[in-house]
Nanobody, 111 residues
Framework: VQLVESGGGLVQPGGSLRLSCAVS????????VSWFRQVPGKLRELVGI????????VHLDSVKGRFTISRDNAKNRAYLQMNNLESDDTAVYYC?????WGQGIQVTVSS
């Protein structure tokens, strides 16, 4: 089982990024994949969950209305679209599925 995040980087406040989580080693289409984020010194927090092609939910109140979650079962990928980014969104973002974590990817929001 392997999950690999991509798409992170440095973006200015108000900008957008789309994170991708490439999944292998399990039947992606029937398992949920979650997105988390973590700031140094703080607990890892759940951003949202992609449970199926039609059930994708953002759970973190501070990003509702700005972030969306989706998946492409044909490509074995989950996505986290982040719009109108704020400095407080700076964190390492992780995807999680089938009991495994991705390696994490840095997102930095700064002018």
């Amino acid at each position: 089982v392997q999950l690999v995040e991509s798409g992170g980087g440095l973006v200015q406040p108000g900008g957008s990024l789309r994170l991708s989580c490439a999944v292998s080693g399990f039947t992606f289409s029937i398992y949920p994949v979650s997105w988390f984020r973590q700031v140094p010194g703080k607990l890892r927090e759940l951003v949202g969950i992609s449970s199926s092609a039609t059930d994708n939910r953002v759970h973190l109140d501070s990003v509702k209305g700005r972030f969306t979650i989706s998946r492409d079962n044909a490509k074995n990928r989950a996505y986290l679209q982040m719009n109108n980014l704020e400095s407080d969104d700076t964190a390492v973002y992780y995807c999680y599925g089938f009991g495994k974590w991705g390696q994490g990817i840095q997102v930095t929001v700064s002018s």
